[in-house]
């Protein structure tokens, strides 16, 4: 008995929230005593409804109460933590700050484990046994324990809401039935139940359709990734074995080369030295027969000088008289010539074996198609920075504004020789290749011009931009506008055009030309298939006519 007072007192003492000792105990205004840091949480929580209850008995408070810390009560609890007392172990059936309490329990609250739609009440395990044991109970719906069954009141007529108003989307009461919902679609909430379980079930059955087809798609997207990685891994360590032996080539040939250089330095070298030794040693000659005539001149006897004269040796003519050429040998020049048109050829060759690389990667990628643009900020946000190829220019092309402007001159110009360059008509290439998205404009002289795009390897000896199946060109000549592809022509507009857009999108296959103004008017566009980077070109007809590629930024 002893034992049983010391466990009562235990529960006296106790914190219904945290179960423990109270540690500064508060009382609320019913009465109920908590520690005061649950008690203040426990109402934190209920804030935003305003309203502020007990734990225990559920009597409400309006406004929060202001707590004080109950100092006797506090004392008390102190001395009979010295005298051995401690807290009770937590009874885990008992019903916490989540948890729902049962609706019946007086005193301390146990834990609900089910609730009755029907009563609108939650039981703990014992309470809930008349439901299990009365036939009119067992009618009655039990659901998990639930916070929300105050939900199922009609707040207009304190009545259970076991109708459903189809018309207004709504749950309703009998009385809402003859009331503001008289007249409407009106079922029983446990046919609408029905109603929406079904439409439930399509929809779950859609879903687990779109889950196993994005399993599908991910274990096919995983196996991608492996294969990719499979292949990069090979390719990289193939590519560079291939660099690797490219380097050695390239090494090999220049030790070659510079061998060669050397070998002939040396050749021409020794020539030098000995002809130059033959010169020093005509030179000491000179010297002395010069000493003997100036001697010979100062002879005051005439028939002295006379007698001496013809016995001074005539000076024969040097077999090395003739005019020495010592420029640099041409031999030289044409080995620096060489390597550089090699290091171009190169240049270029890496550059379109690396935009077909990359443009190769990009085509495999998934992406979603972007839309073309619309206005002309759209089309900037793809501009791109374009100069003109001196390699490629005819020879009456000047280059001038950084490459980004050329004009048509009747004189020709100096340009070394080089396989890319344009010899039969007045047109040139870009220097940059084209692939993704691009947008350009050309500022157009007054007699006009082509503004097209060119495959690199376009015939550089007979081809006109359009007049094959490797090039698009848009004609402006005065107010008589064309497109040209592979020796087709399409008329377009009849205006005048100073100033070009042109936009690619390479993966697309699109090509777009628009007269520039104020406004931006498409001319022509293209549908195709592009299989290689392009470039920009140009042609003009007239001497003293140019073209540039404007700054867009």
């Given at each position: 008995m002893?034992?049983?007072?010391v466990?009562l007192?235990?529960?006296?003492f106790?914190?219904?929230?945290?179960?423990?000792?109270?540690?500064?105990?508060?009382?609320?205004?019913?009465g109920h005593?908590?520690?005061?840091?649950?008690i203040?949480?426990?109402?934190?929580?209920?804030?935003?409804?305003?309203?502020?209850s007990?734990?225990?008995?559920?009597?409400?408070?309006?406004?929060?109460?202001?707590?004080?810390?109950?100092?006797?009560?506090?004392?008390?609890?102190?001395?009979?933590?010295?005298s051995?007392?401690?807290?009770?172990?937590?009874d885990h059936?008992?019903?916490?700050?989540e948890?729902v309490?049962?609706?019946?329990?007086?005193?301390?609250?146990?834990?609900?484990?089910?609730?009755c739609?029907?009563?609108?009440?939650s039981?703990?395990?014992?309470?809930?046994?008349?439901?299990?044991?009365?036939?009119?109970?067992?009618?009655?719906?039990?659901?998990?324990?639930s916070?929300?069954?105050?939900?199922?009141?009609c707040?207009?007529?304190?009545?259970?809401?076991?109708?459903?108003?189809?018309?207004?989307?709504?749950?309703?009461c009998?009385?809402?039935?003859?009331?503001?919902?008289?007249g409407h679609?009106?079922v029983?909430?446990?046919?609408?139940?029905?109603?929406?379980?079904?439409e439930?079930?399509?929809r779950?059955?859609?879903?687990?359709?779109?889950?196993?087809s994005?399993?599908?798609?991910?274990?096919?997207?995983?196996q991608?990734?492996?294969?990719?990685?499979?292949?990069?891994?090979?390719?990289?360590?193939?590519?560079?074995?291939?660099?690797?032996?490219?380097?050695?080539?390239?090494q090999k040939?220049?030790?070659e080369?510079?061998?060669?250089i050397?070998?002939?330095?040396?050749?021409?070298?020794?020539?030098?030295?000995?002809?130059?030794?033959?010169?020093?040693?005509?030179?000491?000659?000179?010297?002395?027969?010069?000493?003997?005539?100036?001697?010979?001149?100062?002879?005051?006897?005439?028939?002295?000088?006379?007698?001496?004269?013809?016995?001074?040796?005539?000076?024969?003519?040097?077999?090395?008289?003739?005019?020495?050429?010592?420029?640099?040998?041409?031999?030289?020049e044409d080995v620096?010539?060489?390597?550089?048109?090699?290091?171009?050829?190169?240049?270029?060759?890496?550059?379109?074996?690396?935009t077909?690389?990359?443009?190769?990667?990009?085509?495999?990628?998934?992406?979603?198609?972007?839309?073309?643009p619309?206005?002309?900020?759209?089309?900037f946000?793809?501009?791109?920075?374009?100069?003109?190829?001196?390699n490629t220019a005819?020879?009456h092309?000047l280059?001038?504004?950084?490459?980004?402007?050329?004009?048509?001159?009747?004189?020709?110009?100096?340009?070394?020789?080089h396989?890319?360059?344009?010899?039969?008509?007045?047109?040139?290439?870009?220097?940059?290749?084209l692939?993704?998205?691009?947008?350009?404009?050309?500022?157009?002289g007054?007699?006009?011009?082509r503004?097209?795009?060119?495959?690199?390897?376009?015939?550089?000896?007979?081809?006109?931009?359009?007049?094959?199946?490797?090039?698009?060109?848009?004609v402006?000549?005065?107010?008589?506008?064309?497109?040209?592809?592979?020796?087709i022509?399409?008329?377009?507009?009849?205006r005048?055009?100073?100033?070009?857009g042109?936009?690619?999108?390479?993966?697309?296959?699109?090509l777009?030309?628009?007269?520039?103004?104020?406004?931006?008017?498409?001319?022509?566009k293209?549908?195709t298939?592009?299989?290689?980077?392009?470039?920009?070109?140009?042609?003009?007809?007239?001497?003293?006519?140019?073209?540039?590629?404007?700054?867009l930024?």
């Open positions: 002893a034992q049983k007072g466990q007192d235990r529960e006296s106790s914190c219904s929230i945290c179960l423990d000792l109270l540690k500064d105990p508060v009382a609320t205004p019913c005593s908590y520690c005061m840091k649950c203040e949480e426990f109402w934190d929580g209920e804030d935003q409804k305003k309203i502020h007990c734990p225990q008995c559920r009597k409400t408070f309006t406004p929060r109460p202001a707590l004080q810390k109950n100092i006797m009560l506090a004392a008390l609890v102190e001395q009979l933590k010295k051995g007392l401690q807290a009770a172990p937590a059936s008992c019903a916490g700050p948890d309490a049962c609706d019946v329990c007086t005193g301390r609250k146990l834990k609900a484990i089910k609730s739609l029907t009563c609108l009440v039981y703990c395990e014992e309470h809930v046994q008349p439901h299990y044991a009365v036939a009119q109970l067992k009618k009655h719906q039990l659901v998990e324990p916070k929300k069954l105050h939900e199922n009141i707040s207009r007529h304190d009545e259970v809401m076991k109708m459903f108003c189809r018309t207004d989307q709504q749950s309703i009998h009385v809402c039935t003859v009331d503001e919902h008289k679609d009106i029983s909430a446990a046919a609408e139940r029905r109603e929406k379980q079904k439930l079930q399509v779950r059955e859609d879903i687990q359709q779109r889950i196993q994005r399993e599908k798609d991910v274990k096919q997207l995983q991608q990734l492996e294969a990719i990685n499979v292949s990069a891994d090979k390719t990289a360590e193939d590519s560079e074995k291939i660099f690797s032996e490219l380097i050695r080539l390239v040939r220049s030790s080369v510079k061998q060669q050397r070998s002939q330095q040396e050749t021409e070298a020794s020539r030098v030295r000995e002809l130059q030794e033959k010169l020093e040693q005509e030179i000491t000659e000179l010297k002395r027969k010069d000493a003997e005539l100036k001697q010979l001149s100062h002879t005051e006897d005439h028939n002295q000088f006379v007698h001496n004269y013809q016995s001074v040796s005539a000076l024969g003519e040097s077999p090395h008289s003739s005019s020495i050429d010592v420029a640099p040998l041409r031999s030289f620096t010539a060489a390597v550089s048109q090699l290091r171009d050829k190169l240049q270029d060759t890496l550059r379109d074996t690396w077909n690389i990359s443009l190769r990667g990009a085509e495999g990628l998934l992406s979603e198609p972007e839309p073309e619309e206005s002309r900020a759209d089309f946000r793809y501009s791109c920075e374009i100069t003109l190829d001196p005819h020879k092309l280059l001038s504004e950084g490459n980004r402007k050329v004009t048509h001159f009747l004189q020709d110009q100096f340009y070394p020789h396989p890319g360059r344009f010899t039969s008509c007045p047109q040139i290439l870009s220097k940059e290749s692939t993704g998205r691009c947008y350009w404009e050309v500022k157009l007054e007699t006009g011009g503004v097209a795009v060119a495959y690199k390897d376009v015939d550089k000896k007979r081809s006109v931009f359009g007049f094959n199946d490797k090039s698009w060109s848009l402006c000549y005065l107010n008589s506008n064309q497109f040209l592809h592979n020796n022509s399409t008329p377009i507009s009849d005048v055009l100073s100033r070009v042109v936009y690619l999108d390479h993966r697309a296959g699109v777009s030309f628009y007269s520039v103004s104020e406004t931006m008017t498409l001319l022509h293209v549908q298939s592009f299989t290689r980077p392009l470039h920009a070109g140009i042609f003009l007809y007239k001497y003293g006519a140019t073209a540039e590629i404007c700054k930024k």
